[in-house]
């Protein structure tokens, strides 16, 4: 992912494939001009890296020279197209082939159609490397294109957001904010969380981020994250809250696509609600709940005790130990409750009943997000 600006990209076309896609024009182009030594024509700013790529690989004698023409301001199009530096050598009876780096309403080109109009040339080509059909209203014959692709914005490989971009080796796409649902699920030991979890996972296509999970991958993996983490934790020290939060931003960054995520497990302070929301920003989105399930003390200290009699967890068989837990969850949450409540994002959801009532009644507030 990439940030320009005030907006982000997403990976689309990889180095190794434009350099494919250039070999193909170029052998198409060389077999078809045969013995003839053409003029490439590159329009600048966009088109220089693919004509530099370009005439690297031309297996033939050819000239090159550029055009400087500007039609676009960020990502609007506007009407004129102004002509920066024009042709600047006679091309009477030249064989021309402009090389555009993309082809996207066609303002651009019927611009240099009317540059060509009265310079004589023997013949003019048409090469684009991108084309995007959807966009194009002209009808001037495009001779090669190296790939279609859909009315995206893209950057990189010589185009820019606002000046921004062109230096990037690969094409990236505009990520356009799909809506998320994210929310960081809460509950005290006993409430359901991990079961309920499960399930909304599978019903909304969300990606569950239990920070415990991430950890202990992390450490068995042996990622640098989890390494320096473990650092911390063997000299019995909290490990700062920029680790975690490297950690969850490598998990939301593999799920790029995802269509939101549930956060267990974290944060658990202020700092790190902070942190989350700075991170969720950066990814252009946002949590937008923090879900607490609500169960009874009593109803709790009864479930806990039952797990008790058949996981063997020893934290689970002991009332007293059970309490001190409980209590340390609502001392703990009550700040992330009031983080959330003045943002109006909290939602407290009975955890009482049923595995599919608690679930429905998740989803109700899920569905209002
Ligand atoms: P056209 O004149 O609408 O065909 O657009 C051609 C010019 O618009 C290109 O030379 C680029 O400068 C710009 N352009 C069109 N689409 C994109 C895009 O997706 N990313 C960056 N620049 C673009
Ligand atoms: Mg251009």
């Known amino acids: 992912m990439v940030k320009l600006h ?3 990209f997403k990976p689309f076309i990889s180095e190794d494939k434009i350099q494919e896609v250039v070999q193909r024009m170029v052998n198409e182009i060389a077999h078809d001009l045969g013995d003839e030594v053409p003029v490439f024509i590159g329009i600048l700013n966009g088109s220089f890296m693919f ?10 004698a050819c000239e090159v020279t550029f055009i400087k023409l500007a039609s ?20 009477t009876a030249r064989t021309v082939v402009i090389l555009e780096d993309i082809i996207d309403s066609g303002k651009t080109l019927a611009e240099v159609h009317r540059i060509f109009k009265n310079e004589n040339v023997k013949e003019l080509k048409i090469a684009t490397l991108f084309y995007k059909p959807e966009a194009y209203k002209k009808d001037f014959k495009l001779h090669y294109v190296g790939m279609e692709i859909p009315n995206k914005f893209i950057v990189g490989y010589g185009l820019d957001y606002d000046g921004l971009g062109r230096d990037l080796p690969a094409i990236y796409q505009l990520k356009t904010t799909q809506h998320m649902t994210n929310f960081v699920l809460f509950g005290p030991p006993g409430a359901g969380k991990g079961t309920q979890a499960e399930f909304l996972k599978e019903k909304y296509s969300l990606v569950h981020i239990s920070t415990g999970d991430v950890f202990r991958f992390n450490i068995k993996n042996e990622t640098a994250l989890g390494m ?8 019995g020290e909290l490990v700062p809250d920029q680790v975690t939060i490297d950690m969850l931003n490598a998990e939301v960054e593999k799920n790029a696509d995802a269509k939101g995520f549930i956060f267990d497990g974290f944060p658990r302070t202020n700092a790190q609600a902070e ?8 990814k252009d989105s946002q949590i937008n709940a923090m879900i607490a399930l609500e169960v009874d003390d009593e109803v709790l200290v009864q479930r806990l005790l039952e797990r008790g009699k058949t996981s063997g967890r020893a934290d689970d068989a002991d009332e007293s130990i059970i309490r001190n837990r409980i209590k340390e969850y609502y001392k703990k949450t009550a700040i992330l409750k009031d983080y959330y409540s003045a943002q109006d994002k ?14 429905a009644r998740l989803s109700n507030v899920i569905d209002s997000l």
Do not use: C, N, W
Not at 73 to 89: F, M
Not at 275 to 282: I, P, R, V
């Open 6 to 8: 005030d907006l982000h």
């Open 275 to 282: 942190a989350l929301d700075k991170l969720m920003d950066e």
């Open 51 to 60: 004509v530099s790529d370009f005439v690297k690989k031309y297996p033939k």
């Open 228 to 235: 320096l983490a473990k650092s911390y934790m063997d000299k």
């Open 346 to 359: 909290y939602y407290g959801v009975d955890g009482v009943g049923s595995i599919e009532d608690i679930t």
């Open 72 to 91: 676009y301001e960020g990502l609007k199009s506007t009407d004129d197209i102004q002509r920066l530096i024009g042709l600047t050598q006679d091309l």
